[in-house]
C-alpha cells in the first residue's frame, strides 16, 4: 500500500463508504472533508473495514498490525466520533456509521479544536447543499428512507391521540431508552459558521441506546437523564421544531430537533417533496375553512412550506384567504395546528397508514435492495475475490428491469432478511 497518493487513499475510503444504502457519491469537496477527518494511514485502513459491525480482532485479522496496535488505532476512532463501539455481552463491538446519520454529524456535535469546524461546515455546505448529489441520494433514492418525522405530541387532540402508536411518540423513545445523550445541532452548527444560523436553539441533538452510550463516553455529547431529555423536548416543541429520527419501530438511534431552516432534512423535503424524502406522521392537518381567519400563522410556521393562503372564494368578502395544505408536502408533523390561535386546524389520521420498518437492520436491508446495494452487506469483505465475484454478480441481479428484479431477488431478499436480523446488531440497535 505505500505507492498509494494521499488521493487515492481517500478515493478508497469514499468508495468503501459509498458501499453504504446511504452512500457517499464521490467528489473533491468528500475527498477534502474525509482528508480533515482520517490521516492518510486512517483512510486506508478504514477503507479495509466491514459495513458490518466487527471486533478488534476482526480489524487486526484485516489490518495485520498486530491487536494492540489495531485496538490503539479503532479507540482513537472511536474517541473522535469516527467509529462508535459498544460493549455487548462482555465484548467490545465497533461500527463504522455511515456518513449521514453518522460521522458527518458527530464531527459537529461539540466545539472542537483539533480541526477547523469553520472551513469543516464550508465543504459540508458546498457538499450538501450546493452539489447536492449525496442529499439526491440519501433522500430522494428508493420508498425506505432513513428518517421519519415524529408527530407533535401537544397538537393531538384526546380523540387522535387514542390512535398514535408508541413508537410514533418522541417521548416514548426518550421514557424507553437506556440510555441518552444531547449533543449539538449539526446542522445549525454548521449554518453558524456561514453566519446562516437561526435562533432556534443548538444543543438540543438526542441520541440513545448503544450510539449515546458511545457518544457520551468520548465527549461527543453529554449523558442526561429522562426528565432532562423531556423538558428538551417540551422546549422543542415551543420553538416549533419538528422531531426527525430513525425511521424504525424499535430502538431509536437518533432524534433530530429540525428547524426548516438549516437542517438537511427539511431542506430536503421542500427541494424533494414530491419524491418523498422523509417519512411522514399518520396524521394530516385539515383546516376549518369556515373558521380559518387567513392570518397565515400556519404558513408562516411550516418548516416545508406545505401550507398557503387562498381565495376563500367568498363573494362577500372578496379579499378574504384561507390556508390550504398541500398534502403530498406535507410531513404530517402538527406544527401548524398548535400555531393556530382559533382551532381551524386539527389533525386527521391519513387515509392510509405509513408504514415504518421494525428494526435497523430491516430498515438499512430495504434500503439497500431498492439502491441496488445489497450484494454490499452480504459480501462485505470484497478484498477477497470470492466476495468481489459474488457482489458483482448479485449487482447485477438487483439492477435488472423491475420485473425481473422483483423475480430474482424474491428469495434473496426473504433469506438476507432472516438471516440479518437473528444476527450481530447494527449501530441503532440497543
Known sequence: MAHLTPKSAYKDLSDR???????????KVLFQILAMLFSQREARLVAQLPIKPFTAL???????????????VLDELAGRGVLVNMVIRGETIYVLPPPMAGFFEFSLMRVRGDIDQKLLSELFYQYLNVEED???ALFATGDTQLGRVFVNEPALSARNSLQVMDYERAGHVIDTARHI???????RHKMEHLDRA???????????????????RHGTAREVDKVEARDLLDEAYGKNLVQFGENVQRKVAFICNCCGCCCEAMIAARKFGILQPVHTTNFIPVVDS????GCGECVTACPVEAIALSSANNPHRPKLKVARVQEEFCLGCGVCVRNCSIDALTLESRPERVMTPLTTTRRTVLMAIERGKLQNLIFDNQTLLSHRALAALLGVILNLPPMKRAMASKQVRSRYLKWAEGGSPVIGDQ
Not at 436553539?201 to 457520551?216: E, H, K, Q, V, W
Open 290 to 293: 369556515a373558521g380559518c381567519s
Open 181 to 187: 445523550g444531547i449533543g449539538i445541532c449539526y446542522c
Open 58 to 72: 476482526k480489524a487486526e485479522r484485516i489490518w495485520k498490525l498486530g491487536i494492540t496496535e489495531s485496538k490503539k
Open 134 to 136: 449525496f442529499i439526491k
Open 17 to 27: 463508504l459509498n458501499r453504504f444504502p446511504q452512500g457517499a457519491p464521490p467528489s
Open 198 to 216: 437561526c435562533d432556534a436553539p443548538m444543543d438540543i441533538c438526542m441520541t440513545f441506546g448503544n450510539t449515546a452510550r458511545s457518544l457520551t
